[in-house]
């Protein structure tokens, strides 16, 4: 079995900052690729940015140079650090991750189960 955790959501005013964090955690051989994707009430899921395990990134146009998502290999453990948040901003943030498990060694997408992030103006 293999859990995505998120945490680090809440409330806060136009302009603030949050940092979301996603602990993997289970029968885990290898997280190839770890995300953020978000879905705001009557809209799609959308990615928000995502991070491969060398590093590589990419960000959805309407947060570069607001949002920056890091991870940590050694504790299988992403964020995204939510900087200048804006009204549209809110929406439930999900993490996202490709690994390979332990128990059947195939690569599989997981998701938890979510974090709400709400910003007031």
């Known amino acids: 079995q293999v859990q995505l955790v998120e945490s680090g959501g809440g409330l806060v005013q136009a302009g603030g900052s949050l940092r979301l964090s996603c602990a993997a955690s289970?029968?885990?051989?290898?997280?190839?690729?770890m995300g953020w994707y978000r879905q705001a009430p009557g809209k799609q899921r959308e990615l928000v940015a995502i991070?491969?395990?060398?590093?590589?990134?990419a960000y959805a146009d309407s947060v570069k140079g607001r949002f920056t998502i890091s991870r940590d290999n050694a504790i299988n453990m992403a964020y995204l650090q939510m900087n200048s948040l804006k009204l549209e901003d809110t929406a439930v943030y999900y993490c996202n991750a490709l690994i390979i498990s332990t128990s059947d060694y195939a690569l599989l997408n997981y998701w938890g189960q979510g974090t709400q992030v709400t910003v007031s103006s």
């Open positions: 991070i491969t395990s060398g590093g590589s990134t």
């Open positions: 289970g029968s885990i051989f290898s997280i190839k690729a």
